[in-house]
């Protein structure tokens, strides 16, 4: 492992809580399982890089450890294409999620990704997927059949709600609860 002492740290803590017996075996275990906004820049990396603001919660799949918080660009430290595509889908939803918790969910704040990653999580099923990505196409100002928007609507109030709300509260508790590289 090469790179700044904040790099080993996270690296070494990350190869400790895996299968993996070095960097390069253990990084594909880890995957993103979300990202949070702490308002400013006021939490330290499981590295110990100080300032951030956006932090993710990686989780190991084989050993069921997580790190938490870890930055931007630690999450890039795993240099692999599938965890960008994870994080990328994780601050889409985290964007919708913070829309959903201000009680302001309108398909302005919706994109192709955060779409796409709430088919993915299995938050909506494939004929839901497909009438958000046609309504979304749309643009936001487009004028949508009325039979379209109750359907939107039913879709949001049933599934998409109940998800993004449900994981705010799951993100808090183990927010509160969670200790750097506790399993």
């Known amino acids: 492992m090469s790179g700044s002492s904040w790099a080993r740290r996270l690296l070494g803590t990350a190869v400790d809580l ?9 990084k594909s275990e880890w995957r993103v399982l979300y990202e949070d906004d702490a308002g400013g820049p006021t939490e330290t990396c499981v590295c110990g890089h100080e300032g951030l603001r956006y932090l993710n919660m990686v989780g190991n799949r084989i050993t069921g450890a ?5 930055g931007s660009s630690c999450v890039e430290r795993f240099d692999d294409d599938r965890i ?16 959903a918790v201000a009680g302001d969910l309108d398909r302005p704040h919706y994109s192709r990704r955060a779409i796409d990653a709430l088919h993915r ?3 909506i099923d494939a004929a ?3 009438l958000m990505r046609r ?10 059949p009325e039979h379209d928007a109750a359907l939107l609507r039913a879709v949001v109030s049933r599934r998409v709600m109940p998800y993004l709300c449900g994981a ?16």
């Open 135 to 144: 309504l979304f196409n749309k643009g936001p100002k487009a004028q949508i």
């Open 66 to 70: 997580r790190l938490y918080p870890v």
């Open 18 to 26: 895996s299968e993996g017996e070095s960097w390069a075996q253990a």
């Open 121 to 123: 999580e299995r938050v």
């Open 84 to 99: 960008a595509e994870e994080q990328a889908d994780a601050r889409a939803v985290r964007v919708l999620r913070q829309h």
């Open 168 to 183: 705010e509260a799951r993100i808090a508790a183990e927010r509160a609860g969670e200790k750097r590289g506790a399993a």
């Open 128 to 130: 839901e997927h497909a």
